[in-house]
Every structure is written in C-alpha cells, then in structure tokens.
C-alpha cells in the first residue's frame, strides 16, 4: 500500500536560512507527488507537485522540491526563510493511476525564529 | 472567484448525536473529496466523487460515516451517533476531475467537538 513518511514532526529555522522538509513515499510505480501548506487557521495549498518530466519541480513562494526515485524521496527546499512561512507542510502521494485520492504524510511543524 | 467553502465552521455536539456537514465546491469542478485530520492521525482520506461514478468510500472509518453529492455539486457527510473519536477537522476539497494529477483545492474545514 502507498504510505508517506515525514521523518520530522518539528523544525526550528533561523529566518534567512535554508530549508529542507523531508519526504519519503512508497509506492510501486512511478508516484504522483504533492506538497502542501497549512497556515495557522487556513485551509491546505498546494506548493508544487511532480508527476512526470523534470525532477526538480518549482513551486510558488520560492519552494522547489526534487523527486530522487532511488531514494523514494521528494523533499522539499527554500533557500533563504522568510517569518511568513511558519506553518505546517503535507508530503502526499496520489493512490493510484485510476484515482485522485491523495496518502498524506504526518506533517512538518516549521517554526521561524527572527 | 469563489474556493471550496465549508458549513459549518464550528460544530459542537453530545456523543451519539447525528451531524452533517456541507461542502460547496468550485463551480465547474467534477471531483469532490473528505478527508479528515485529527491528533495522531494525521490528514486521512474519507471518500471521493467522481462526475456520476460511484463514490470510492474505501476511506469511511465506520458504517456511522455516509455522504452524498446532490447534483454534482454540493455535497454533505454525515456521522450517525457520533462518538468521541469522531472529533477531529473535516476537510473537502475539489479538483477540475481531468487528471489524477490535478490540483486539489481545500476548504478550510469543520472542526467537529463530540462532548
């Protein structure tokens, strides 16, 4: 069965470092990747998402993730933080070819310290 | 234009007590989906409409969980007597139906409290 694993529950960064929230998937064939952000009392956006092409995938607020099949991983970059972004991230992966059904990991909390 | 929306926002209710909740998608959009996240079980799937497919239900936690889409738009989970695991946020979202791969657009959700 597909299943999604975020290793970190919580993340601490200084604003203006760098970022990486990580993500593991497992799923037997090629995976519809997603990440979303869930902002204090907002509902789920969606960052980016990879199914196919070019592995390192652009995404809106500066965020681009990489989709590395030999590690089943799709982690998710910034490189400079900015305080906005304190929130908390989904890894998902989609459930199959013939659904649009999304597996979510547990979630990073990302806190921002100025 | 207008994102998915959700009534109500808040939901407090006794244990055994029956519950709906609404779910109005983007106009347009074919595919309707639940889910729900609460504490220690993250964001889980619930069910999902397609056009006039038969739902995929395989995400119903219990026979207590149903819900429907009145004319492949609006749509209503409802929990049969209610329990206290039952509280948690329930969340719709809905997407254009084209692709799998399409962007699912979320609602901000109910928060259902059963006391």
């Known amino acids: 069965a597909q299943s999604v694993t975020q290793p970190d529950i919580h993340i601490t960064v200084s604003e203006g470092a760098s970022l990486e929230l990580r993500c593991n998937y497992s799923?037997?064939?090629?995976?519809?990747l997603f990440w979303y952000v869930q902002s204090p009392g907002q509902g789920l956006q969606l960052l980016l998402k990879?199914?196919?092409?070019?592995?390192l995938v652009q995404g809106i607020k500066g965020f681009e993730a990489e989709f590395k099949r030999s590690q089943s991983s799709f982690n998710l970059r910034k490189p400079s933080v900015h305080w906005s972004d304190a929130a908390e991230y989904f890894c998902?992966?989609?459930?199959?070819?013939?659904?649009?059904?999304?597996?979510f990991g547990q979630g990073t909390t990302l806190q921002v310290k100025p | 234009g207008a994102g998915v929306s959700q009534s109500p926002s808040n939901k407090v209710t006794e244990k055994g007590k029956d519950v709906e909740l609404r779910c109005d998608p983007i106009?347009?959009?074919?595919?309707l989906y639940w889910y729900r996240q609460s504490l220690g079980q993250g964001l889980e799937f619930l069910i999902y409409?397609?056009?006039?497919?038969?739902?995929?239900k395989s995400g119903l936690p219990s026979d207590r969980f149903s819900a429907e889409r009145t004319g492949g738009s609006v749509s209503t989970l409802t929990i049969q007597r209610t329990q206290q695991e039952d509280s948690a946020v329930y969340l719709c979202?809905?997407?254009?139906?084209?692709?799998?791969?399409?962007?699912?657009?979320f609602g901000p959700g109910t928060r259902l409290t059963v006391l």
């Open positions: 979202a809905s997407s254009p139906g084209l692709v799998n791969t399409d962007t699912q657009y």
């Open positions: 799923y037997g064939a090629t995976p519809y």
């Open positions: 990879y199914f196919s092409g070019d592995t």
């Open positions: 998902a992966v989609g459930a199959g070819s013939n659904t649009g059904k999304l597996i």
């Open positions: 106009s347009g959009h074919t595919a």
């Open positions: 409409f397609q056009g006039n497919s038969a739902p995929d």
